[in-house]
């Protein structure tokens, strides 16, 4: 009872905060929304009972990765006034197109099959435990584990070389 | 614990050389790289020379190493084909003779991209040893995604090959262009991404699955609920592969990408990065399309024409040759996706059709990008047709191989690249699409303008300025990949017989 | 039932939490003019009687209150109001998962002695700590201030750092642990197989990426009062001040609890056997009460024999009486209670309560210990420059922790 309650509470806060990311003109406001974003979505795992995820959750992405966002936007001392629209050559050709294709096949698929919003589907249950996911990650999912670490080290050369100095 | 010990590690290893061998070497080329010394001069001959220490040394051997790693891994993919009759799935990996074909295909642009960048990383003083690191992981990466019974594995595969793409895509960090390039690869790349993610979270909501293999003979399958998303997961993931592959509505970046781009990285974008993302298209459309076959061929198919057209209309205007390059490679991303069209009513041979095309493009479209790469001078590269004038005269070799790979894009006899569409056409009739087969032919003749364009600067246009001749960018690995590209083309488009059974042999569905 | 249980539970520790602050306070003034070889804050009074500068943080408390509140006009209000929230928010709320004493049994109701026991343990401290950087960071930026951003900017980018060699410092830990959970840890480390000994690196690792995460000296860049005036609270004046201070206190008391728990060996002291004494308090306590008193009316006595009636010829005179007299009395008590308890038996919930009431005793001497640790460590050392505090982070630490995890998996592997 309590947890359904809890439930739309914290769905309703994620919600609302993601709204309030996209709206917000103030970076260092969006940024922080985000972070009550990934709370809430924390919250909400909690009460799927899978609490390795949620506090993965919170130390990863409201703990490092905004925190090093919210980081460059305080070095880049970005103001609202100074955020301007740029676009891309062909950016509404693209926008437009690809939103147009996805409309017209949701409408499709809404309009053949209906019975959709009657329906729910059954989502497994697992328990959210660390013996559990470390069981699965160093069994079933290990090669997708370890090609995890692949694209984290491409990720971090990639970085060295956009970032540093060009050679002279 | 038991699990864990009950995997036979050894048989995986086995089985997954190619794989290892890629990462393996990456790594290697990345310690080499690290350790390697800083100055060719000794610490107390750089005191006492008066001029600063300018001559960085060498690092071009990390490109050595890198290649032999991938002929390495491509000797274990062929070992691999030799044994495998049948396919043989391990945990989320499955081998069987089509992934290794597609991974021999991807292993082979590498060390092609890996051999043009001989010489070129070094004049235009890009970071070498990085560029094969990341090069060797990318293909790792694109092994992932070819041979993974598991979209989880494939989306971790196309983000390692994604990332690596936009870090070489923009690595020329002094040219404006490459860092546009990268920057714009990146920011769509990262929206076409989330899209492909998208579709994979509703392909697991249709059928409650990420595997590959346990995607058709589930039961939920075919109730109404997981038809729904089984259609919204294939809209999403249609968007978000058919940016990796270029296709029409989605094919913006292709052209500044292309032209941003380091001429060898370019070369690597068009064979490699397009073969990986094309054959995972194929491997998640091989289940996904008996699920719902009218829609999702029409779905194809309208993308195919609109690709088709699209690249070959834009092409016309183009005068800088790597745009041109890069509209053709769109094109014929619409051609190959034709073969997909095709795979919806004989599954056999549209993936053969669709090996067969990718792999004859690689090849000659590597060449072409080698041709105009070896044209480039004094750290600048070649970039507009008219600089072609007079090259019949000057380079009558390189001339006739310019002339032989733009004959095969535009799909003309005897080449490899006629061959490849007049196999695919064939099948596309025997599943019964004459309209489709009828559009192909209209924008192959289209191309034709397009692709004899530079050929007739190259031969009938006078010299305007007598610009001296500098030296070219001379290197022997650029030459070999020309030499070899060119005479696959001509052989395979003459005598295909041989390499057309091996491709077949590979398709046991 | 639980629910109201669990409120308690929270209620009662976060008061001793926020209980534990003033003394901290009082201890680190102390503490430093005895470094410092001053006598430090002894002049605020009630009635005269000073308590050895305890009454200063009485006064701090009234002072604070009555500042004007001031909220600069260009800083951004709701986030200049909301980050002192967050920083003593994250300091409390850390504490949810600590245990004080092993579970209490009473009749056929188990009361764990912490909020909640997760399956995540430690990781919930550390996710949320995590977020502690918020305060810091949304405070110094929403203040408009450029001291206060500089102050914002070192202090993120030294948090950051420093969470990651502590999560990789404690990667090592649980590898001997094999669980994350810290009654168990604790549990594990009986007698003297305290995790400080087995896990030394991890320990030191731990405990200096502690200080960074806390922004104690050496590693206090973000308030760096000789160059950034008082860096991120700069602009904060009155009760939002006040949190910033209180967060900084708490955060070293849970830290302090932390470090006790997972490498002190939490409530475990060599030579009290819990389960013995579960089982016969009675005997326990005649044992232990008498030893208790005579300590007592030791330390009493010494303290009146400090009496000298004319030093100050004022209330201080007899402040040693204050303190003198009542350990006396409690002595002779302790002693009629032992007498009065020979031969009786005590009720059966005596023997756990008593054994949690020790075990809480342990623990927070342990914390207290720690406490004075950062204190003392911080009045010694001077403070880092900016790029060497990073270099120690990333160049230092982290491979540290690398090879200690390393080194641990291959001793788990080919030794044990």
């Known amino acids: ?138 069994t079933d999912y290990l090669v997708p584990f370890e090609m995890t670490s692949v694209l984290l080290l491409v990720a971090i050369i990639g970085a060295v070389i956009l970032a540093r100095k060009p050679v002279e | 614990m038991e699990s864990l010990l009950n995997t036979d590690w050894l048989a995986l290893a086995y089985n997954e050389l190619p794989l290892l061998l890629l990462i393996v070497g990456g790594t290697l080329v990345l310690l080499a790289d690290l350790w390697w010394p800083q100055h060719i001069l000794p610490r107390w001959a750089r005191r006492k020379s008066a001029t600063v220490d300018v001559h960085v040394p060498d690092r071009t051997p990390l490109l050595l190493f890198g290649m032999l790693a991938a002929l390495v891994a491509f000797i274990a993919c062929w070992r ?64 992932c995604m070819i041979s993974s019974a598991n979209l989880l594995l494939a989306f971790v595969g196309i983000e390692i090959l994604s990332i690596s793409a936009y870090v070489l895509a923009g690595m020329d960090t002094k040219n404006r262009l490459s860092v546009e390039s990268g920057l714009k690869y990146f920011l769509l790349g990262a929206v076409a991404s989330a899209f492909l993610l998208f579709g994979i979270a509703f392909f697991y909501g249709a059928t409650g699955t990420l595997s590959l293999v346990g995607f058709t003979n589930d039961g939920i399958m075919q109730a109404p609920t997981s038809q729904f998303y089984l259609i919204l997961g294939t809209a999403f993931f249609l968007v978000g592969i058919g940016f990796k592959v270029a296709l029409a509505p989605f094919h913006t970046w292709t052209p500044d990408v292309y032209e941003g781009a380091p001429i060898p990285v370019t070369a690597w974008f068009a064979s490699a990065v397009k073969a990986a993302a094309f054959l995972l298209f194929a491997r998640v459309m091989l289940v996904v399309l008996p699920l ?42 619409g051609y190959a996706a034709l073969a997909l069209v095709t795979m919806a009513t004989i599954p056999e041979a549209g993936i053969t059709s669709l090996l067969w095309y990718l792999m004859s493009y690689s090849v000659m479209t590597i060449g072409a990008f080698a041709v105009v790469q070896l044209l480039g001078r004094d750290g600048e590269e070649l970039t507009s047709v008219g600089a072609l004038a007079g090259l019949g005269e000057r380079h009558p070799w390189l001339a006739a191989c310019l002339s032989i790979f733009l004959l095969s894009l535009a799909g003309l006899p005897p080449t490899v690249g006629f061959m490849a569409k007049y196999y695919l056409l064939a099948n596309l009739v025997a599943a019964g699409h004459w309209g489709l087969t009828i559009a192909a032919i209209i924008s192959s003749l289209i191309s034709v303008g397009y692709y004899s364009y530079p050929i007739v600067v190259m031969y009938f246009r006078p010299v305007a300025n007598q610009t001296p001749h500098n030296s070219m960018n001379v290197g022997v690995p650029i030459r070999l990949v020309i030499f070899f590209a060119a005479l696959a083309v001509l052989v395979a488009g003459i005598f295909p017989d041989r390499l057309m059974s091996f491709i077949q042999n590979s398709v046991l569905l | 039932m639980e629910l109201i249980i669990a409120a308690i539970k929270a209620i009662v520790i976060v008061a001793l939490i926020l209980q534990l602050i003033p003394v901290l306070i009082w201890f680190e003034r102390k503490g430093s003019a005895y470094i410092q070889d001053r006598r430090g804050p002894n002049r605020a009074q009630i009635l005269g009687i000073r308590l050895g500068g305890m009454i200063h943080n009485l006064a701090d408390v009234v002072k604070l209150f009555c500042k004007q509140d001031i909220i600069p006009t260009k800083a951004s209000r709701i986030i200049y109001v909301v980050a002192p929230m967050i920083a003593i928010f994250v300091a409390s709320a850390t504490v949810g998962v600590v245990p004080f004493a092993e579970p209490l049994h009473l009749g056929g109701l188990t009361i764990p002695m912490q909020v909640a026991d997760l399956n995540i343990g430690i990781l919930y401290i550390l996710g949320i700590g995590s977020l502690g950087v918020y305060g810091v960071m949304l405070g110094g930026w929403s203040s408009n201030n450029s001291y206060s951003l500089l102050g914002t900017l070192r ?155 004319h030093k100050y010829n004022d209330a201080r005179d007899y402040e040693v009486l204050i303190f003198g007299v009542p350990h006396v009395l409690i002595g002779f008590l302790m002693i009629g209670a032992t007498l009065l308890l020979h031969g009786t038996t005590l009720p059966t919930w005596v023997g756990p309560v008593l054994v949690a009431a020790l075990q809480m005793g342990v623990v927070l001497a342990k914390t207290l210990f720690f406490c004075a640790f950062f204190i003392w460590v911080r009045w010694t050392l001077p403070r880092f420059r900016y790029d060497q505090l990073m270099d120690l982070g990333w160049k230092g630490m982290i491979p540290v922790a690398l090879f200690n995890i390393v080194i641990t998996s291959a001793w788990l592997v080919f030794v044990h």
């Not at chain 1, 509404?92 to 959709?116: K, N, P």
Request: glycine share 8%; proline share 3%.
């Open chain 2, 80 to 143: 691999l084909w030799v044994q495998h009759e049948m396919p043989n799935q391990m945990g989320m990996l499955v081998i069987d003779r089509f992934s290794l074909v597609g991974g021999m295909m991807i292993i082979g642009s590498t060390i092609a991209g890996l051999a043009l960048g001989w010489g070129y990383l070094f004049q235009h003083k890009l970071p070498i040893g990085e560029y094969t690191v990341l090069m060797l992981f990318a293909t790792a990466g694109a092994w």
């Open chain 3, 155 to 309: 202090a993120s980018a030294q948090m950051v750092s420093y969470e990651i060699a502590m999560g990789l410092a404690l990667i090592g830990l649980f590898l001997v642990t094999g669980t994350v959970r810290i009654t168990e840890i604790v549990s594990q480390q009986t007698g003297f197989h305290w995790y400080a000994f087995t896990q030394p690196i991890a320990f030191v690792l731990f405990l200096t990426s502690l200080f960074a995460e806390t922004n104690r000296n050496p590693f206090d860049l973000a308030e760096g009062e000789s160059e950034l005036v008082a860096g991120f609270h700069t602009e904060y004046s009155s009760m939002k001040f006040a949190l910033f201070f209180m967060a900084e206190y708490a955060h070293i008391a849970v830290g302090s609890l932390i470090v006790s728990l997972l490498f002190f060996g939490g409530w475990n002291l060599p030579g009290l056997d819990f389960d013995w004494i579960r089982v016969y308090p009675e005997a326990a306590l005649s044992m232990g009460l008498p030893a208790l008193a005579v300590g007592a009316i030791a330390f009493g006595l010494f303290l009146c024999s400090k009496f000298r009636r």
């Open chain 1, 1 to 138: 009872m309590i947890e359904a309650y809890l439930f739309y509470f914290f769905a309703v806060t994620t919600v609302l905060l993601a709204v309030t990311v996209v709206v917000q003109p103030n970076p260092i406001g969006a940024a922080v929304s985000l972070v009550g974003t990934f709370f809430s979505l924390a919250a909400l795992f909690v009460l799927l009972h899978a609490h390795f995820v949620a506090i993965m959750q919170i130390i990863l992405y409201a703990g490092a990765i905004m925190v090093l966002f919210i980081f460059v936007i305080m070095l880049l001392n970005l103001e609202p006034e100074k955020v301007k629209l740029r676009t891309i050559a062909g950016n509404r050709l693209v926008q437009g197109s690809a939103a147009l294709y996805l409309a017209g096949v949701i409408a499709l698929a809404f309009f053949g099959w209906r019975q959709f919003f009657t329906q729910g589907v059954v989502a497994n249950e697992m328990e959210g435990t660390i013996e559990a996911v470390g069981k699965l990650l160093l």
């Open chain 2, 292 to 333: 719902m076959p009218a829609l999702g061929t029409q779905l194809i198919a309208g993308l195919a024409i609109a690709t088709m057209f699209i690249g070959n209309m834009a092409a016309l205007w183009q005068d800088n040759i790597k745009r041109l390059l890069a509209y053709s490679s769109i094109a014929h991303a």
